[in-house]
């Protein structure tokens, strides 16, 4: 009995959706998972210990560490102060990130997902090994900057993977799922700087600076004694140089993407490929795989990153990236502020940071959701549900949260957590399928560079308001529904068309020839 495709034609997308959910998803889905782990590992490391990193950085100039910087020594002076070196230090990331995902994106779709993802997770993991080793601003600045780069090209580059790798079906859990990946690698890093922080004996790194074993504290303008700290933090960007390894063994195991191959030109590579994938595949036979029947998708005429923005895109550009801001004004806006607000409630340091690691738990729980019900019910219909569900977390959230009540305000972090993330990652999905394969990575990255600067944004509009409202965190969290209702109005206007279910194939057709 011949193949399924045995003398017939067939595209990228027809075998892979023929052959289902076999070993090359797993494979692929372990490969990306472990990827995106890595990178929200390396991201958190540097959110969780800008207060360690700021403190170290004054001790090192109070002790001559580079005692021409003088203004690391001012800002420095008090909790505030130094809460405001912490932020600035973290934004020097965030900026490379921006920058790194609006290149990346457009370099994976010249040399290949494979090699772009590849140099991405050796390149910052190899400039986080420097910055275990800073005594002062510019340097942990300056490499921090350098490892964004490499921090902001891998997420979107495993986006575009998942959505090239998966059958058509189950897209939308597949692509979700990567972010869930990322958000558990927010918390082992938790997990660590918890467990680095308790250790009181300075551990000493090989090749350590002078002074690293020091254990210190420091004097507030106010008189304050800020609490006595060690440089433990350190080891966890040791623990950080982990991916420069495992970027070698992907470029070893890891295959390029079929898609990518027919799209680039490559046609015998695609059809190689998926002949070498159905050789693996003992439940369906599609038969030898011919070059001369392989069907591309036709190809737009200009493959630069100004196509996002002609006719045939700019509806879906609009509505991704608007929706995928706001969702990061939510995410990264709210969540540095989680702990103080729970403090200002009487809660403990120890309890505030125990809601806070419950969110990013509701996190996990909520990426992994929204892709089933997504694939389910559709794009469209499960972001209007999203925006909707995420007005009512709100409310209740703001309406109900207060002091004496730990258990309950556990619940609640898990629901604005659960909604909150819910919604953004409700558009993942969107991304890669909005954009033909020769800009789809550039498409999801600058999507993606766009949105971080409402998450860089949030913290500074939650700084200015939260005086005006005395720090009534009530009130202020009922400001979110206007972001939240915009989300809502955006997917009604400009979701147009519905991708779940489709092959990628079929969606190039449909926007290179609208």
Known sequence: MSGLFEGKKFSVSDVIDSLGISKFTWAMFAFLGLAMIFDGYDFMVASQTTANVANTLQHFVAIGGNPTDTSIVAIADGRAQLQALGSSISSWGLLGMVIGGA?????SDKIGRKKMLVIAIIFYGAFTLPQAYATDFA?????RFIAGLGVGSCIPVVTTCF???IPSKNRGVFVTFGMAFMVFGWVIAGLVITFLNGIHDPIVIPFAPAGAGEIYSLTGADGSVLE??????????LIGVIPVLYGVLLGLFMKETPHWYANAGFADKAVARLNDLAGRQSKVSIGKLEVANLVVPPKLKSASPK???TRNFIVATAAIWTMYFIGQVFV???NPWMV???????YTPQQASAMQTFNN???????????FLSDRFGRKRTLIFSWIFLMVAVVIFALTVGPGAFAYCMFLFFLIGFAMNFAITGVQPLMPESYPTLVRNTGVSWCQAFARFGGAAAPIVFSAITPIFAGNWNNIMLLLLAPAAIGLLCTIVFVRRETSGKDLDTLVAETVEA
């Open 139 to 143: 340097f942990y600045a300056a490499t």
């Open 361 to 371: 738990v509701a996190a996990i729980c909520s990426n992994v959701t929204v892709g």
């Open 103 to 107: 290149i990346g994106g457009i370099v």
């Open 307 to 309: 196509v996002l923005f």
């Open 332 to 334: 990264y806006g709210l």
């Open 228 to 237: 006595g700290q060690t440089q433990n933090w350190r080891v966890a960007y």
């Open 163 to 165: 959505s090239e790798t």
């Open 340 to 346: 103080p607000m729970m403090t200002g409630f009487e």
